[in-house]
């Protein structure tokens, strides 16, 4: 019985999610700070309107002066799968995410992202504040504890799994260990190897078995420290590199004799500010060229995938390729553009919502959804045209 349970489960599940489609793309708009509501000159916000009910729609807008001095409104709507308002809270967040997280322990290959200019909300999304309370924390220690919560749950049907953490931050194209022991070390190299399993390995790094929820807050308090060892400017450099949590999930059954392998990978992306580039030389340079290069190639990626091109450009940069066996195929991808309500973010938040359609539009959940609900009215308006007109005919 339990086997039969366990296959319905998983279906439903799966076909849940399969309904939600395999790329997403959820919008989320941070509140203005108290500091910035302090400062006038940061306090202009742009005016953003949330049209529909069904809470995936956004419209930004600023006012222009014409050339003949009347107020121009521009209005840019997009569409989203999902778009948090800057009320939301991190636990609402979470809802929309929880079930996507659950497959991992179901064996899929999950990839979560936070893409948007530095100040967007990037971190506060993924890992919360530092010394967050229960209610601030954010999607990687959540994601965690549910995770921790189901396993336990699946023991009674015969599941006992084996959890595994990384974190790694690449930096100008290296990868660099986040839970070394002696700090951050940028000298040692770590190079990516794909198996003829699909499982993914970085030679050199630190593994750490996950037994407790507690080891995975030593964990995250690691990383953050070993970042802020690595650079004087923890926000400098937090902003220009892709801090990748990789959780995998080992699963068996003792009664069903079934087997399970997962990945949850959590990125936290390099700033996509335009940083420019006419000034820049030296470091600053590599740098920037090294982060419009990754970020302009995950969404190559996702693109490819989403058209299910032949060929996916995973090689093109780092952070694709060590992402590769989680980008595609089965895996499940969702990514959080975040935006900043800021007028003086305006053009960058323009960027970012640009950049999310292109990733967003061609995702065949949405575009199949959308089809699909387009072809039933046109049937129905079809059947209803043919009977009224057949009905004048008589
Ligand atoms: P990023 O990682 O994209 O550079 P942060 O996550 O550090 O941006 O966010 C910038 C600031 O805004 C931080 O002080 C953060 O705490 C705050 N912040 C961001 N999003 C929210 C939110 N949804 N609710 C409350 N504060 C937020
Ligand atoms: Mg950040």
């Not at 305006?346 to 949405?366: D, P, Q, Y």
Request: include cysteine; proline fraction near 3%; charged fraction near 25%.
């Amino acid at each position: 019985r339990i086997r039969e349970e366990e296959t319905i489960r998983r279906r439903l599940h799966n076909t849940i999610q399969e309904l939600k489609g395999n790329i997403r793309v959820f919008c989320r708009v941070r509140p203005v700070s108290s500091s910035e509501s302090a400062s006038k000159a940061e306090t202009t916000t742009a005016l953003i309107k949330y049209p529909g009910q069904e809470g995936r729609e956004i419209e930004f807008s600023n006012s222009t002066e014409s050339a003949r001095g009347s107020q121009i409104e521009k209005v840019y709507p997009f569409t989203f799968d999902k778009v948090f308002q800057p009320s939301s809270k991190q636990e609402d967040v979470f809802e929309e995410i929880s079930q996507l997280v659950q497959s991992a322990l179901d064996g899929y290959n999950v990839c979560i992202f936070a893409y948007g200019q530095t100040g967007s909300g990037k971190t506060h999304t993924m890992e919360g504040p530092l010394n967050a309370s229960r209610e601030s924390m954010g999607m990687i220690p959540r994601s965690v504890l549910q995770i921790y919560e189901t396993a336990k749950a699946l023991e009674s049907k015969g599941w006992s799994y084996t959890m595994e953490g990384q974190y790694v931050e690449i930096y100008n194209e290296s990868i660099n260990d986040l839970l070394g022991s002696d700090g951050l070390d940028t000298t040692r190299k770590h190079e990516i190897r794909h198996g003829p399993n699909g499982k993914t390995t970085i030679t050199d790094i630190t593994t750490v078995v996950l037994t407790s929820p507690e080891k995975v807050a030593a964990l995250l308090k690691k990383a953050a420290h070993n970042r802020s060892v690595g650079s004087t400017q923890m926000n400098e450099r937090s902003s220009r590199s892709h801090c990748v949590f990789t959780l995998r999930l080992a699963g068996k059954n003792s009664i069903t004799d079934e087997s399970s392998e997962g990945v949850l990978n959590l990125i936290d992306l390099a700033g996509s500010e335009r940083l420019s580039q006419s000034g820049a030389t030296g470091d600053r340079l590599r740098e920037t060229q090294a982060i419009n290069k990754s970020l302009s190639c995950l969404g190559d990626v996702i693109y490819a995938i989403a058209n299910k091109d032949p060929h996916v450009p995973y090689r093109n940069s780092k952070l694709t390729y060590l992402l590769q066996n989680s980008l595609g195929g089965n895996s499940k991808t969702l990514m959080f553009v975040n935006i900043s309500p800021l007028m003086s973010n305006f053009n960058e938040t323009l960027c970012s919502l640009r950049f999310a359609t292109k990733v967003n539009s061609c995702t065949i959940g949405t575009a199949t959804k959308r089809a699909v609900a387009r072809s039933f009215t046109e049937k129905i308006t079809n059947t209803a045209n043919s009977y009224i007109g057949g009905a004048k005919q008589t």
